[in-house]
């Protein structure tokens, strides 16, 4: 699903035989939406999952533990943000027969997970690997020597036809694979000297939310919905 101010993804995942479900990376202004799709479906929500503490728009994870009873928010304990649950590296997250690996990959923040389903076959890697692209790694103490080292070792060590799908697109593109980006990313095939070169010379602008949304996601998934 796509929220269009912010260029977010969010990804629902079902199991069909337990209807329990998990969202990734929920944005607040549509957690209505995402939520009504979770009733139309017959699914459970269990958790309300954040790659990282986003800098351009607030979670839907504290709306969407009021408008689904029983759903958690869940975000890395790297990040500093309060949630319901904190994951590591290393944690699953478990939905039906389906599993999450969790896979630290800092840089864009130090807090960035990517999530592997248990069979390898996608990944939901946030903003340290976007198609054709990576996150920035200029505010909330990210490093772009860190970051190419996670994609590298974090990512790209999964097989070549997994699914990757980010956090964001601001093209219109919505999946990649891990080959694709190993060999085609024109960021992340540079050398890791060359990478933190281009890096540290984007001169990108200040994201227009970043004020008030690092604030409230660092109260991830618990902060007082919007009345």
Do not use: W
């Amino acid at each position: 699903m796509f929220e269009p101010k912010s260029c977010t993804y969010t990804y629902l995942l079902g199991d069909r035989e337990s209807r329990e479900a998990i969202l990734i990376d929920p944005v607040l202004e549509t957690a209505p939406r995402d939520a009504q799709l979770v009733k139309e479906l017959g699914l459970r929500l269990l958790y309300a999952v954040n790659t990282h503490c986003h800098a351009d728009h607030i979670t839907g994870s504290g709306l969407l533990r009021s408008l689904l009873p029983g759903c958690q928010s869940v975000i890395s304990r790297l990040s500093g943000a309060q949630a319901d649950l904190h994951i590591e590296d290393g944690d699953s997250i478990h939905f039906g027969r389906f599993a999450l690996e969790t896979r630290a990959s800092p840089g864009h923040t130090p807090g960035c997970v990517t999530f592997v389903l248990n069979d390898h076959s996608m990944a939901f890697t946030g903003d340290a690997l976007l198609i054709r692209g990576c996150g920035r790694t200029d505010f909330q103490q990210g490093c772009a020597k860190t970051l190419y080292h996670s994609v590298h070792e974090k990512i790209f060590t999964l097989p070549g036809d997994c699914l990757i799908y980010p956090a964001h697109d601001y093209r219109g593109l919505t999946v990649s694979t891990v080959e694709e980006e190993r060999t085609l990313n024109p960021r992340l095939t540079l050398s890791c000297e060359e990478f933190v070169k281009v890096m540290d010379n984007l001169n990108l602008p200040k994201p227009q939310q970043i004020d008030f949304a690092v604030p409230a996601n660092m109260r991830c998934g618990i902060q007082t919905p919007p009345s």
